[in-house]
């Protein structure tokens, strides 16, 4: 009888020697380690990365569906949902039999259910598509199952979740870049057209990285390789028959043209791929007017340009994208992206306003934003409308320049409901957004208990390292408001500063959390002062020390509403 131990070791040995294995649960993801956040920001963090995942099944028609649905199972399995994940990997292996992913997921999944005949079958298959052991092989070169199996792996990088700091982001989308490179030695033989979808997301991948590496002000010459061979890909897309990724491709050409002034000189690439005499301006128009008639490419473009700070351009195209197809249940993202674009230009004229730059914000960008949401709330109620409308009427309840006494109860009282509505879904009380605008609600209705609660449960749910830092800066102002009106004393808020002061230099960049200590000494110096006696009384000087610290130093003015765009 055979022994197992030498048995396990042969299986090993066999698996050092591959140069590629199937399957999504080894690769070094994230999503495949153990956590190191607490569990329910692990789920809503994967949750929301399949919500992304599932619009990008809409948008893919060819074979990276494949690497979407995969992706999909092995998000399914994270989250405990072990039918629906079989169900997936199950799918998968009867359409395309010859996906080795599928088949590497679905043992996985099975060996996880105790199945072992199922597991059984399901490897040895496997092996017999990789063509081990196995002279008589299938008519499609294990070459190209091993070149597909690669680049839905690489393409697996791009949702990875729990990226705790740049460095990690690289790691990662390093990591898909080599799968894909790899992907494309075998695959010699592959459609021309299928690797097209492989070029794009590689220069999706190559985008975020140069974002990363201009953002840390590396040496232009460490940038200029991936960046003239994103521009050599992007190229490749352009000619691509799929119109989507077509118009994608000159979009993501523009982005790069407009990097080019980050260089020193022109990067070559710019000459070898022939676009010396093109302008970012003219990649944009040929995007647009390859999607003019395509209304989920032109939601898209919307969305990219939304994020790029285009927002005249985004609104205009979110436009033409209603003008093809106006049912807001068909194309509810065209009038959410709207939405979020005028809520933008409000915040953007409102911050100028702040700064003595311009005049009152024109409030019928509010209107605009709340017509629009209400258009969709009807047909598609869903989490993200109701943190959207909830938002925009609480700037319609607000004073804008200060956000320190209520102009409309009607307007914060429907913002609160839309709250609560928007709480009602699964990941509705996971959600940090949702508690500091229902927190600041609270507090204009002089529910200031109830406005500490939330700002409390939102500092909690930010994850480590988030530079949303609003909740805590409202917390302290919150107290100090209440120690002003004498309604707590100082030995309730000096436990309260220093737990919370604590807290939140665990949670955010200690940096970030005395910029914004500093602007509540500046704006609440009386009760500040206050506060301090009472802590060099009780011989607390450390706490005392950095507040007066604080006031010294001289950070740049956080965005007041930055908050509300995280989500």
Not at 68 to 94: D, T, W, Y
């Amino acid at each position: 009888m055979e022994n197992p131990e030498e048995a396990e070791v042969d299986i090993d040995t066999l698996i050092d020697e591959m140069d590629y294995i199937p399957g999504h649960f080894h690769l070094e993801m994230n999503l495949n380690f153990e956590p190191c956040s607490p569990v329910n920001f692990r789920g809503r963090d994967m949750k929301l990365k399949r919500d992304s995942l599932m619009y990008e099944l809409e948008l893919e028609s060819g074979s990276q569906r494949f690497a979407v649905r995969n992706l999909l199972g092995v998000f399914s399995f994270h989250l405990e949902e072990m039918e629906q994940a079989k169900e997936i990997f199950m799918s998968i292996s009867q359409e395309d039999p010859d996906n080795l992913n599928a088949w590497a997921n679905l043992a996985y999944v099975y060996d996880r259910l105790d199945s072992e005949q199922e597991e059984a079958d399901c490897t040895k298959k496997l092996a017999h598509l990789m063509g081990l052991g196995s002279e008589d092989e299938s008519q499609a070169d294990p070459r190209l199952r091993a070149a597909r199996c690669l680049a839905e792996q690489g393409y697996a990088y791009v949702f990875d979740i729990g990226l705790v700091d740049e460095e990690d982001r690289m790691e990662k989308l390093t990591a898909g870049l080599m799968l894909y490179d790899k992907a494309l030695a075998y695959g010699q033989q592959i459609p021309l057209e299928e690797k097209r979808s492989w070029y794009f997301t590689m220069a999706t991948l190559y985008i975020r990285l140069d974002g990363i590496l201009m953002n840390k002000g590396n040496d232009e010459q460490k940038r200029l390789p991936a960046f003239n061979r994103t521009l050599a890909l992007l190229r490749q897309v352009t000619k691509s028959s799929d119109s989507h990724y077509r118009a994608l491709s000159w979009c993501y050409l523009g982005m790069l043209l407009e990097r080019k002034e980050t260089f020193s000189t022109t990067p070559m690439g710019i000459h070898d791929c022939g676009y010396s005499g093109t302008g970012p301006l003219d990649c944009f128009g040929k995007a647009i007017a390859i999607a003019k008639d395509n209304p989920p490419t032109l939601n898209r473009l919307a969305k990219i340009f939304h994020f790029l700070g285009k927002q005249e351009m985004a609104m205009g195209i979110c436009n033409m994208a209603l003008d093809v197809l106006q049912d807001p249940e068909l194309n509810w993202q065209a009038y959410c992206t709207r939405a979020k674009i005028h809520i933008k230009l409000y915040l953007r004229d409102l911050e100028r306003a702040k700064m003595g730059l311009g005049g009152m914000p024109d409030r019928k960008n509010l209107t605009s934003a709340k017509d629009d949401l209400e258009s969709v709330v009807k047909v598609c109620p869903c989490l993200k409308i109701y943190l959207d409308i909830g938002q925009v009427y609480y700037y319609m309840g607000v004073d804008a320049m200060q956000e320190l006494f209520p102009v409309d109860e009607t307007a914060l009282d429907n913002a609160l409901e839309f709250f609560a509505k928007a709480m009602e879904f699964d990941l509705g009380d996971a959600l940090p957004e949702i508690q500091l605008l229902r927190g600041k609600c609270l507090r204009l209705k002089n529910e200031e208990s109830n406005a500490i609660g939330c700002f409390k449960r939102a500092i909690e749910l930010d994850d480590v390292g988030s530079t949303y830092t609003e909740s805590f800066r409202c917390l302290m102002e919150t107290l100090l408001m209440l120690f002003s009106q004498k309604r707590v004393n100082a030995e309730m808020l000096m436990q309260e500063v220093e737990l919370w002061v604590k807290k939140a230099e665990e949670k955010y960049p200690k940096q970030r959390v005395r910029q914004e200590l500093r602007l509540v000494c500046r704006n609440h110096t009386t009760e500040v002062i206050e506060l301090s006696k009472a802590m060099v009384t009780r011989g607390n000087t450390e706490l005392v020390k950095m507040l007066f610290e604080t006031i010294k130093t001289d950070f740049s003015k956080p965005k007041l509403n930055e908050r509300s765009f995280s989500f």
